[in-house]
């Protein structure tokens, strides 16, 4: 049964609790804050009726997990750079490690001559020079792991081409026999 309103009667809902979590800082801080933040809700939303609740431990959360060594990240462009200041950028889908022992690999080190199949190898192997992966590479872009797959394989693509654009690296010699497209501007409609 729906009982009705006596005239002069104003109907009110009951207030929505709002709940926040707060580190405690002292008796005369947390009392100011209280004060602006309950004047602030009660200006802009006065359906809501503000509950703070002090803590006195630290909010934010230590890390639980050991930090990973740079060369097990994936899914980023990196850059060599050698000891007479050439450079090399390249992308990884793979752990860094691995695709850093391609360019140089154990037998480099030990005199022997096999296939090269790199610009940073032929490079080494040319001048005579030695590098070491923990000092020679560095990662300079990693693509988010929150992203499908084949977007983050997109926009490492790109992430490499705008890099290798940017800092024009001496030993990215295969980059060097691309065809620039003409701009935009010049491009006429058939």
Not at 70 to 92: E, N, P, V, W
Not at 114 to 124: D, G, Q
Not at 150 to 157: A, D, G, N, W
Request: aromatic share 8%; proline share 4%.
């Amino acid at each position: 049964m729906v009982t009705k309103a006596k005239v002069g009667e104003i109907q009110t809902v009951k207030k929505k609790s709002l709940f926040m979590r707060l580190q405690f800082r002292g008796d005369a801080a947390s009392e100011i804050l209280t004060q602006r933040l309950r004047r602030t809700i009660q200006k802009s939303f006065n359906a809501g009726e503000l509950r703070l609740i002090f803590s006195t431990r630290s909010l934010v959360t230590p890390k639980l997990k050991d930090e990973l060594s740079r060369m097990t990240t994936s899914f980023c462009i990196y850059q060599f750079d050698c000891s007479c200041g050439a450079s090399y950028i390249g992308r990884s889908s793979r752990n860094l490690h691995f695709r850093a022992r391609e360019h140089l690999p154990a037998w480099l080190n030990k005199g022997l001559m096999k296939k090269v199949n790199s610009s940073i190898l032929a490079h080494l192997v040319q001048t005579g020079h030695s590098a070491s992966i923990n000092q020679s590479f560095s990662i300079i872009y990693k693509v988010s792991n929150f992203l499908p797959k084949l977007v983050r394989l997109k926009v490492l693509q790109t992430a490499e081409a705008i890099a290798i654009r940017i800092k024009k690296p001496e030993l990215c010699v295969h980059k060097k026999y691309i065809q620039p497209l003409p701009p935009l501007a010049n491009i006429k409609a058939n």
